[in-house]
Each structure stands twice: as C-alpha cells, then as structure tokens.
C-alpha cells in the first residue's frame, strides 16, 4: 500500500532562512511518481513539481529545489530566502505505476508561515 | 481550457438533506478524483475513477456517500442524509494519460452542514 508522511505540520521561520519541507514515502511499485503542491491561503490547489521514481537527480527551479533520495525514501522541498508570499499549506503526493497505477494520495501537509 | 470545473462553490445545507457535488474535468482527462480536505483528516481520497469506472472507493467513509460518472465530462459526489460531520471542502480532481502525470485541481466546494 502507498503512503506518504509529512512529519512537520507547521513551519514557521523569519523571512530570508532557509527551509526544508521533509517527505517520506512508501510504496511496493519499482516504478512511480512523486509530486509536491503548494495550497496558499486562498485555498486552490497549485502544482509545483513530479519526479518519477527513475529520475533522481535533484531539480532547482530559482528559489526551491527538491532533494529525491530513493535510499531513505524521501523527497525533500527547499525553500531558500523564503518570502511572505511562500506562507502556504504544502503537500507531498505519491502515485504509483503499476497496474493499478493511478491512485493519487496526500501526505498531511505541512503549514509553512513566513514572517516578515 | 477552463480547468476542473466544481459547482456549487459554497454549500450549506441542514442535516439530514441531500447534497450534490459536480465537477467537470479538464477535456481529454481519463482520470478523475475526489478529495475531501478537513483539518483533521487532510486532504483525503474519497474514490477515483478512470475512463469514467470507479477504481477504488475505499476512501469513501459510509454508505452515505456515493459518486457517479456518467460520461467523460461530468461527475456527481452525492451525500445522503448529510450530516455535520459532513462539513468540509470536497476537490474534484483529474489528470490526463498516465499516472506520471500531475492532476489539475478545482476550486473546490465548501460544504456546511448545520
């Protein structure tokens, strides 16, 4: 069975550090696909970013980076600099590829506040 | 593309009622969810379906609950009878072609059952 954890549920920093939104997942399929979205306060659901469970290279995309680890199973979301605007509720999502692939679950997210 | 597409956007009901939920996906879209977020439970998958065939149901919490999808361009989430604990925003989601693929969100619809 598939399932992600996002040990934090809230984050709050000073703008301008650094922070790391941690995602753990578990899943029995070889192949699959990690997703991370961002839920601002405004309440829609925005896509950030997919790896498939292949492709471990690290992705920078100007202030956030994401840290794919299939040893530990996680799937890290970096924010450098964070600005106000980064407040915002952030979920980790896992689907799998097999036969049954499809099946698109949550982690808990973790409630990130950036303070000016 | 207009996106998903979810009506009504706020919904409050009394207990008891019969509620229904819509959702229009993004044209060429085979799969489709339903989400129910809460403060305590997250954002949770209720059932998915995929070419218009429920996949798996086994989030859907009782028997109160139940989704339909009659053609590739519309589902129904219908609770009936409605309870408080009903109370919450339900995403309807779909995604085109493979799972590697991102799913596109509604807007949502806020449920209040008093």
């Known amino acids: 069975a598939q399932k992600v954890t996002q040990a934090q549920t809230e984050i709050s920093v000073v703008e301008k550090e650094d922070v790391t939104l941690d995602c753990v997942y578990e899943?029995?399929?070889?192949?699959?696909?990690l997703f991370w979205y961002k839920q601002p306060p405004s309440g829609e659901l925005v896509f950030l970013i997919r790896r498939n469970s292949f492709d471990e290279q690290n992705e920078i995309s100007g202030r956030y980076s994401w840290n794919f680890q299939k040893s530990t199973s996680s799937f890290n979301f970096t924010i450098t600099a964070s600005q106000v605007v980064d407040s915002a509720v952030y979920f980790c999502?896992?689907?799998?590829?097999?036969?049954?692939?499809?099946?698109?679950?949550f982690g808990q997210g973790t409630e990130l506040s950036v303070k000016p | 593309d207009a996106g998903v597409i979810q009506s009504p956007r706020h919904e409050v009901t009394e207990m008891g009622q019969e509620v229904t939920l819509r959702c229009k996906p993004i044209s060429g879209h085979d799969y489709l969810f339903w989400y129910r977020q809460t403060m305590m439970r997250g954002l949770e998958l209720l059932i998915y379906f995929n070419n218009n065939v429920p996949i798996d149901d086994s989030g859907m919490p009782e028997d109160r609950f139940s989704a339909k999808m009659p053609n590739a361009s519309f589902s129904t989430l219908k609770i009936q009878p409605s309870e408080p604990r009903d109370s919450a925003v339900y995403f309807c989601?779909?995604?085109?072609?493979?799972?590697?693929?991102?799913?596109?969100f509604g807007q949502g619809t806020r449920l209040t059952v008093v």
């Open positions: 899943t029995r399929d070889t192949t699959y696909y």
């Open positions: 999502a896992l689907s799998e590829g097999g036969n049954q692939g499809g099946k698109l679950i």
């Open positions: 989601a779909s995604r085109g072609g493979r799972p590697k693929t991102e799913a596109f």
